[in-house]
């Protein structure tokens, strides 16, 4: 009798669930933008899939996109999008390419003339969250899981493009796992990344861009002028 009752409380033990591990405590918001600021300047290159939701606040209509990302220090970036069509942007850090292969055309800029916006500039590893922005946990903003982080930015010198960027964070990694930029005209720009990679080695060929043959190339530039 005694067996069985030890078989059977041993049996009871196995089938209950674990008791669940002590959740982490929660850390401050100034540690938790250290913490990513960390992880993006530790990283040499970034790499992931990504998708892209935009919403009109005028037409109250979405659209959705779907492609890889890559960045690489210093400044180098490329967003292949790959649904519902195909168009690369690619820059060195000093020109900015758009390339429409369907429409065989392409458009370059120059960034000396038009620099990047604060969240881009971040990710290809310029500048300082701390600095270019009051960063706030962002409250009840729908976006992640209450795992998460959610860190609003706003930028400290007026930006039209940009209103708030939210940034929800991996609260184990620091990961930024989804980016979204409002406007000043309540559009929202929904991005978020799967598939992150991080010190890949990416070859320096990824960032560069020579229009194929028949290609008509349209120098932004100069446009207007």
């Keep these: 009798m005694w067996l069985l009752s030890s ?7 196995a089938a209950a669930p674990a008791a669940a591990p002590a959740a982490a405590p929660r850390l401050d918001v100034k540690t938790v933008a250290a913490e990513v600021q960390k992880r993006y300047d530790s990283a040499t290159d970034f790499r992931a899939r990504f998708t892209q939701t935009l919403t009109s606040a005028a ?25 519902p069509d195909k168009s690369s942007y690619i820059s060195d850090g000093n020109l900015l390419w758009l390339y429409e292969p369907d429409d065989k055309q392409a458009f370059k ?3 000396k003339a038009s620099q990047l916006p604060a969240a881009l500039a971040f990710l290809t590893g310029k500048g300082k969250l701390a600095t270019e ?15 998460d982080y959610v860190l609003s930015l706003s930028p400290k010198s007026g930006q039209p493009q940009v209103k708030t960027i939210l940034f929800v964070v991996d ?17 929202v720009n929904d ?23 028949g290609v008509r190339v349209i120098d932004t530039g100069k446009l207007g002028k």
Excluded: C, H
């Design 7 to 13: 078989l059977l409380a041993l049996a009871a033990a």
């Design 59 to 83: 037409m109250g209509r979405k659209t959705s996109s779907s492609g890889e990302v890559m960045f690489k220090k210093p400044g180098r970036m490329r967003w292949d999008y790959e649904k």
């Design 109 to 111: 800029q120059d960034l």
């Design 133 to 147: 922005f009051d960063i706030t946990f962002a409250a009840k903003s729908g976006y992640g899981t209450p795992a």
């Design 171 to 187: 609260p184990k990694t620091f990961d930024v796992r989804e980016s979204v930029i409002i406007d000043g005209q309540s559009n």
């Design 191 to 213: 991005l978020t990344f799967s598939d992150i990679r991080v010190n890949t080695r990416l070859p320096d060929t990824q960032f560069k861009f020579t229009p194929p043959a």
